[in-house]
C-alpha cells in the first residue's frame, strides 16, 4: 500500500491510471486532464482549466460525476469526455444526482472569462441511483448552477459561457428515471442535448426561448 499527495496548480497533460483515490482537485488550472481505470471516493472530480478532460473506465462515488470548483469561477474551457464509467452519487446516499456541479452567479470578476466545457460526451455511463429521496424526479445533466438566473431580468456583470452541446449515448439509471437537463431550465435553455434511444430522456426545456 501506498499513500502520497499530488498539488495540481498549473499542470498539463495529467494521466492517472489504475489509481483508487479520494479525490481528483485540479486547484488553479489543468490543461488537458486522463483519468482511466480509477476509483475516486466521496471527494469525487473538481476541476478547472482548458483543454480535453477525459474520463473512462472509473468510478466516481463524488456528488457529482464532475464538479467545477466554484472558488475559481467554475471555468473549464474545452470538452468533457465521459467513457465507460459507474457513477454512484455521494457514494450511495440518498441524494438528487447532478452530473456536472458549479455555482458561478456572473456577479464576480474572477480577471478571466469563465466557461462551462463547450461540448461534453458521455457514452456507455452507468448511474447508480437507486438510493435516492421520496420526490426524486431523475438525475441531471447539470445543477443549479446559478438559482437566481431564472428569466432574462438576471444580469451577470460578467457572463458565464454556457456548453453548446451535449451528446449522450447509453446513459443508464439503476433507478429508472430519465435523465434531465437540468433544475434550472432557463440557464441551460440553448444546449443542444443528442440522445441516442439506448438513453433515457426527459426532453423538457426552454430552447430557443
Not at 464538479?67 to 473549464?76: A, F, H, Q
Not at 456572473?106 to 452507468?126: A, D, S, V, W
Not at 445533466?141 to 431564472?150: L, V
Request: proline fraction near 3%.
Amino acid at each position: 500500500r501506498y499513500w502520497g499527495l499530488m498539488g495540481s496548480n498549473y499542470c498539463k497533460n495529467l494521466v492517472l491510471d489504475s489509481c483508487i483515490f479520494s479525490r481528483f482537485d485540479a486547484h488553479m488550472g489543468v490543461a488537458n486532464a486522463t483519468i482511466r481505470n480509477s476509483t475516486l471516493g466521496h471527494q469525487g472530480i473538481n476541476a478547472i482549466g482548458s483543454g480535453t478532460f477525459l474520463v473512462e473506465n472509473s468510478t466516481i462515488n463524488g456528488r457529482s460525476l464532475i464538479n467545477l470548483r466554484s472558488d475559481y469561477g467554475s471555468t473549464w474551457q474545452g470538452e468533457f469526455i465521459i467513457r465507460n464509467c459507474t457513477f454512484v452519487p455521494a457514494g450511495g446516499r440518498s441524494v438528487t444526482a447532478n452530473l456536472i456541479g458549479g455555482s458561478y452567479s456572473g456577479q464576480h470578476n474572477f480577471g478571466y472569462t469563465c466557461y462551462m466545457p463547450e461540448k461534453i460526451i458521455i457514452e456507455n455511463l452507468r448511474i447508480n441511483d437507486s438510493n435516492h429521496p421520496a420526490d426524486y424526479r431523475g438525475p441531471a445533466i447539470f445543477a443549479n448552477i446559478n438559482p437566481k438566473m431564472t428569466d432574462d431580468s438576471y444580469r451577470e456583470e460578467f457572463p458565464y459561457v454556457i456548453t453548446r452541446e451535449v451528446i449522450l449515448r447509453n446513459v443508464t439509471t439503476a433507478s429508472g428515471k430519465p435523465l434531465r437537463l437540468s433544475d434550472n431550465l432557463f440557464m441551460f435553455r440553448n444546449v443542444k442535448v443528442v440522445a441516442d434511444q439506448t438513453t433515457m430522456y426527459e426532453e423538457k426545456g426552454l430552447q430557443g426561448k
